[in-house]
């Protein structure tokens, strides 16, 4: 079947502008900055104190990559964790509930094709937050000697990771009309993914590598050291693309029915 | 242009349309006149290739509604029972959207919109929020956007519902001046309604067409009354004098024993008044119902006064 990337893009474009004609991608990205900013600081500081201390008393200070890139995009990705359902979570609820989801579904446009605009209008306003961050490294480079390579992959694996999270959003809201539902149920969701991490430590050693391989952040581990590792790259993309398939599902039996 | 053949369409357990059977012409302005609940907008969701049918073929414009249902969306424009506008969005900018999708080219956006916002008499109000717009320019956005990539075919659910007598004016003002260039089918419970905009009538009630036919001749049928049969056990002359009393009550006739009951046409429902006049004279009513075709019955149960729907909202 023949996918056109112009009609994802008219659709992508569209939702991408809505973002910024409601409070709601001001509030997530102005709460972003400022709890980023904090802890971009409390970082900085947190480092400068020990790098002063360790300076005092002898001995070697860690790089700034583990003291302040690591936490601070591992930090980020947290952050994503509790911002993404409130992007996510008009996308397709919202078209259900106005029945807008008509028009889209009686134009000449593919249900990938939708889904794909859907997703990539939260991917974009994710990577616009992720852009209004680069002035954190910008710093660290006018004061310090930070390594480019992790700061690459970790916005790299960031991304990857937060779209992960964009992806089940898609999904959740596309299965009910109501916003506050499709939210919630992607946090769960979210949480869930993350938290598999901690279920591995404590389970049996087969099962516990197979719940290492599902956590999310599992697969950001490499990211943040500076390594791009394709395994980690594919298992993200599989999860987006799974989460996009559901989506197509939920969708298409929609139609159906009402 | 429309082919509609053995259409049903169940939900679960419920049979929406039951095996319809219908062509529309190119040009023509058709209207599907039922009462609430007939399967008129399910009819529609599958032409317009939105729902797929559970049995049955449909064609629009020559393709195939489930096979080609891509080809059908580029030919058809839909306006659903609710206009699918977003509420944040400026008109210009969702009439661009709408158009976009609709394959329409870069060069050809700008043309496309100010023609649908001419059309339906929108250019003063292109760069405001439809959110604030009253809900009768809602609809026009609506139709406007039905409209603005110049589609064959418009199909249209109820496209008068809920707007004042003025606007309902204009409204079918402009649809009746789409058809020939494009073929029109529009749905709607008012019989009024139908009559002024619409060349030919598909009348369906609860799921199936009860009589299709152009609109003198049905509506000579309607004029001539509705004729309703009341077999009972004992005929008083009281009993006739206090139905004939009825206000809409055309005439009470002895027929091999049964009365025939002719009631005006555009009128409220007054079944239940007769057989309480008939109870009340003790004429021991035996059978009630309608003569001969249930279409006497659906012209009943369809809105004859249509200020009570044009003033609701
Ligand atoms: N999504 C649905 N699920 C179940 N039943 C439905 C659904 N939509 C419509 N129906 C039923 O199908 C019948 C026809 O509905 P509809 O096509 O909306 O009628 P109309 O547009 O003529 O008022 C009604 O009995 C309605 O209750
Ligand atoms: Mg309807």
Redesign the interface.
Known sequence: MKFNLK?SW??AS?DYR?YF??PIAYIVIAGFLLIMGWMFFFNVSHFNLQAMQYKQFGGKSGSITDGVIRPLYGNMNVIFLFLVPFITMRLFAEERK?????????????LGEMIVGKFLSAAMLVGTMLALTVFYPVILFVYGNPDLGPIVSSYLGTFLLTCCYVSSGVFFSSMTENQIVAGALTFAAGLFFWLINWAAQSAGPVFSDVLDYLSLIQHYNNFSQGIIDTTDIVFYLSFIGLGLFFTHRVLDSY???? | MIEVSGLTKIYGQRTAIDHLDFTVNKGEIVGFLGPNGAGKSTTMKILTGFMPASFGTAKVAGYDVFDEAIEVKRNVGYLPENPPVYFDMVVEDYLKFAAKLHDISKAKLKPAVDTALEKTGLTHVRNRIIGNLSKGYRQRVGLAQALVHDPQVLILDEPTVGLDPVQIIEIRQLIKSLGGAHTVILSSHILPEVTATCERIIVINKGKIVAQDNIERLTTRMNQGLTFQMKVKSVSNNGIQAIQAISGVKSVNLHDGALAIEINPSQDDIRDRIVEAAVMEKMGVLEFGADKLSLEEVFLSLTTQETTEGVQS
């Not at chain 1, 106005?98 to 593919?110: A, C, D, G, N, R």
């Not at chain 1, 139609?255 to 009402?258: N, P």
């Open positions: 009609k008219t659709i569209k809505t004609t409601s106005m029945q807008t989801i008509q028009l889209l579904m009686t134009s000449p446009i593919t139609r159906w029915r009402s």
